[in-house]
């Protein structure tokens, strides 16, 4: 796991996790997580309701070594293991207090990934089946895990996670020399999908099939972006992988990547963007506005970058255009189009203020479309 310090992570976890008695009063573990509330997180679930999410460790204690971690084996911190029963209690008693509504687990790896797989499973069934926990569990599948306990996370979670971390074998070798890309990492986001293939909603803990997630360190092997979304948009047509995520590396103390440069944020949200193009609205990989180093271009969008190179010559007649033309217009979303196609039943859309009322980014999208034959950006001046 990756945990970039800019967002706070890295820094709440290791506070977290300090063992007894070293930042709380008298060793109180649930008091030390209910006042570490900076690592509860506002986050969006499959169904896009947001709830406060416990993003934790099981241990803190790991025995890889992986270049970019600040968990990894040998990094002078003092580290803390909770044991499955443990665990979900103090979970529970966050749940009731309020302070998180859904937890998203995962560990540093002790005495093998099966044997820690087995522990971030016990606390899952434990909260399950013995303490009749209801709410939403993200469980991260560690590498080494085996088929029947990846299908065993799916019977316990809405959504597990295999974090590639680098978007092929050579990369990661740059970032974790310990992990196996194709068989460790790849291989139970291919089990995943067998297994949703293969296996009745009805057979998993809320009568659907959990979604999966992965994550990359963008930028700490030097890969393009070109690699990542290459990556990204295998994983999405073939194990239907719902989303990517994309952190930019920044440099932990006392690693062996702690001289390398910080990665721009604005990349990450470049990452973000074109991954959202390829899976929502009907971009191929080989439009991204990639520069000739495999990059995207930092100051513009990707969307709007494709734009400026297509649709300024032939711009998008909004009364004709079918949804996916309507998708590659900039200011105009997934929610936007839909509301393009409803207004013209009812009659021609003639001019900027009647999309604006739809909810259409005008500005944006003005240099792109045509209204009724002639050229919207032409009425931005009167509006
Ligand atoms: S396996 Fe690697 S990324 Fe995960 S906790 Fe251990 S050192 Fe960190």
């Not at 999908?193 to 909603?201: C, G, H, L, S, V």
């Not at 990542?228 to 994983?235: H, I, V, Y």
Request: proline share 6%; with cysteine.
């Amino acid at each position: 796991m990756y945990y970039n310090p800019r967002h706070g992570r890295a820094q709440h976890a290791q506070d977290a996790f300090q063992p007894d008695g070293t930042r709380t009063c008298g060793g109180d573990k649930t008091r030390l997580l209910l006042r570490d509330a900076a690592f509860v997180h506002p986050a969006q679930l499959p169904n896009g309701r947001q709830i406060m999410l416990l993003k934790t460790l099981l241990t803190s204690a790991c025995e890889r070594d992986c270049y970019y971690c600040p968990f990894r084996a040998g990094r002078d911190f003092r580290r803390a293991t909770f044991q499955p029963q443990e665990f979900a209690g103090l979970f529970m008693k966050l749940h009731q207090a309020r302070a998180a509504e859904g937890i998203f687990l995962s560990s540093g790896i002790a005495a093998g990934g099966a044997n820690t797989q087995n522990k971030i499973l016990d606390t899952a069934e434990i909260l399950r089946k013995r303490m009749g926990f209801r709410g939403y569990i993200h469980l991260k599948i560690m590498p080494g895990a085996e088929k029947g306990q990846v299908e065993r996370a799916m019977q316990l979670a809405d959504r597990v996670s295999i974090n590639l971390e680098a978007p092929n074998t050579e990369r990661l070798a740059r970032l974790a020399p310990h992990k196996v890309f194709l068989e460790e990492l790849l291989q139970p986001l291919r089990w995943v999908e067998e297994i949703r293939r293969t296996q009745p909603a009805w057979k998993f803990w809320n009568g659907r099939h959990p979604s999966t997630v992965t994550q990359f360190v963008a930028g700490g092997a030097d890969e393009s972006d070109l690699e990542l979304l290459t990556t990204t948009d295998w994983l999405m047509k073939n194990v239907r992988l719902k989303r990517a995520y994309f952190s930019a590396f920044h440099p932990i103390r006392d690693t062996p990547l702690e001289n390398k440069a910080a990665v721009d944020p604005l990349r990450e949200h470049r990452l973000y963007q074109a991954s959202f193009l390829l899976r929502d609205y009907g971009f191929d990989l080989e439009e991204m506005p990639f520069t000739p180093d495999g990059n995207l271009p930092l100051p513009t969008d990707p969307k709007l970058a494709w734009a400026q190179s297509n649709l300024v010559e032939r711009p998008v007649e909004v009364n004709r255009a079918e949804k996916r033309d309507l998708l590659r217009v900039p200011g105009i979303g997934l929610r936007g189009a839909e509301a393009i196609l409803s207004a013209r039943r009812t009659g021609k859309l003639r001019d900027l203020s009647a999309l604006r009322k739809l909810g259409i980014a005008v500005a944006r999208a003005a240099p792109f479309l045509l209204l009724d034959g002639r050229r919207a950006e032409r009425q931005i001046a009167m509006f």
